[in-house]
């Protein structure tokens, strides 16, 4: 299961991840309208996202620890993080439309979900923490999902 304790990385990952959205909801694209999103998805979104949280901060197994070839996955994790802040920082740049919030960075489709997603996997595998990883995978069943559904409505949109 894994071992109850605060996680400083937890900590890290989520203030990586929830700054750039909080500068976001000020810096929303032109068109953005989040009322044709599946419902299921969506759901799965929101329970996941609470369980990812939560799950990152409260096992001390995410905090770095001795080296081993197993902390290779924290490596990852941490080079998808700041993939996605970079990601970020093109966006914050760019014209900010609907195609740039949706865009594909270093050939990792819609990667404004699907790096951070990954990045908590990754974390969840370091941690050998079955719950952060079971809530990822329903964390990004709802939030790709989500992301997908907004580029394929671009798509005809632009067709």
Known sequence: MGHLGFSYVGLLFLLMLFIPNLIWTKN??????????SKF?????RIGQVLTSGSALIFSDFNIREWTP???WLIAAFILMIMYELWWLRYFRSKQRLSDFYSAFLGVP?????LPVLAFLFLGIYGKVIL??????ILGIGHI???LQHKQEIKKKSL
């Open 28 to 37: 929303l694209p032109e068109g953005y309208n989040a009322e044709n999103e």
């Open 41 to 45: 998805l969506r759901i799965l979104e």
């Open 70 to 72: 197993w902390s290779c």
């Open 110 to 114: 819609v990667a404004g979900a699907t």
């Open 132 to 137: 952060l990883i079971v809530s990822v995978i």
């Open 145 to 147: 999902g989500i992301h």
